[in-house]
């Protein structure tokens, strides 16, 4: 069974642009996770998704963020206008049901690196 | 918010040497997670625990949740070269929650 995916691997981009990252979550997974890695610090939830409907946005940075999930499938994380502080590594997490702790699986990541 | 202070931060050790990590909280965490992070990927679930006092084994990996629920330690016996990576501890924020908090991370080194 595949993991979760993400792409791109990399993103590049300079301050001002506009950068969509994807995630693919393990087939039947109704929950779908973003975090965010900044250098050296710890990984921060940003939102989470059950099915197509955002359960908790309360770590999403601000308004230059936003993720969605049509269909229920995978999701979609748009950063515009992208600012230097937006650098970092993005993780997206999927994991089944709501039981009182289900395992996240992760992705590997996508590198965002604003110039 | 809820924060989880984890250290070392990095470690330099030779292989075959055993590791020590651990972290704290100002709050009580009802479940406490160790994952794992190879370079290029993401975060791998290590080992869970549950309960106050719990001691669990995977292979070479030992946690425990602290009796104070407010603590965890990751011991690693015998290092490997695999065993290399970026080992985080995390946890729900409260009872029932499904977003997790983690540390900042210990980097492990292995010197062959």
């Known amino acids: 069974e595949a993991g979760v995916t993400q792409f791109p691997s990399h993103s590049v981009i300079e301050k001002g642009q506009t950068v969509t990252l994807r995630c693919d979550p393990i087939s039947g997974h109704d929950n779908l996770y973003w975090y965010r890695r900044v250098m050296g610090k710890e990984i921060k939830f940003l939102l989470h998704f059950v099915k197509e409907s955002k359960q908790d946005e309360s770590g999403m940075p601000n308004n230059r963020f936003l993720a969605e999930r049509t269909g229920g499938t995978y999701s979609t994380l748009k950063v515009q206008p992208a600012e230097l502080e937006d650098s970092g590594v993005y993780f997206c997490a999927s994991s089944p049901g709501l039981a009182l702790y289900n395992e996240q699986f992760f992705g590997p990541g996508t590198r965002l690196t604003v110039l | 918010g809820q924060q989880l202070n984890q250290s070392p931060q990095s470690m330099f050790i030779q292989e075959g040497e055993d590791v020590s990590m651990n972290c704290t909280s100002s709050?009580?965490?009802?479940?406490w997670l160790w994952y794992k992070q190879d370079p290029g990927e993401g975060p791998v679930l290590l080992i869970a625990l549950y309960k106050a006092g719990e001691l669990t084994s995977n292979g070479r990996l030992t946690a425990q949740f602290g009796i104070t629920r407010k603590d965890s330690f990751l011991n690693i016996s015998a290092s490997i070269p695999s065993d290399v990576g970026i080992y985080f501890c995390?946890?729900?924020?409260?009872?029932?929650?499904?977003?997790?908090?983690f540390g900042q991370g210990t980097r492990l080194t292995i010197n062959p």
């Open positions: 995390a946890g729900p924020r409260f009872q029932g929650a499904q977003k997790l908090v």
């Open positions: 709050s009580i965490f009802n479940t």
